[in-house]
């Protein structure tokens, strides 16, 4: 099993930055990969970027590409999301999830998730 706690989601005003984490436990090693999600109220959840647990590799969907960054701190077995140049229709809640096997940036692809940390930007 594998724990997943999110964390610093907030509020910040259309083009700022926010850097939302991901602290991960327990069978962590048994992973492929881990991701970045969102879902907005009635709609599916969206991957947006994923990074490959060994090789360390990154992906992005289109929609957030050159606006966010996913990263890792192996030591501190936390994953991060930063995220730039921030719209009103960023608002929603973001997901840590991970995956034993992918599609990464698919949620049928992973298999565990974090509750989730709120987003809200103010235009």
């Known amino acids: 099993q594998v724990q997943l706690v999110e964390s610093g989601g907030g509020s910040v005003q259309a083009g700022g930055s926010l850097r939302v984490s991901c602290a991960a436990s327990g069978y962590t090693y048994s992973t492929y990969c881990m991701g970045w999600f969102r879902q907005a109220p009635g709609k599916e959840r969206e991957g947006l970027a994923a990074?490959?647990?060994?090789?360390?590799?990154?992906f992005y969907a289109d929609s957030v590409k050159g606006r966010f960054t996913i990263s890792r701190d192996n030591a501190q077995n936390t994953l991060y999301l930063q995220m730039n140049s921030l719209k009103p229709e960023d608002t929603t809640m973001y997901y840590c999830?991970?995956?034993?096997?992918?599609?990464?940036?698919?949620?049928?692809?992973?298999?565990?998730w974090g509750k989730g940390t709120l987003v809200t930007i103010s235009s």
């Open positions: 999830a991970a995956g034993r096997r992918g599609p990464c940036l698919h949620p049928r692809g992973m298999d565990y």
């Open positions: 990074i490959y647990t060994g090789g360390g590799g990154t």
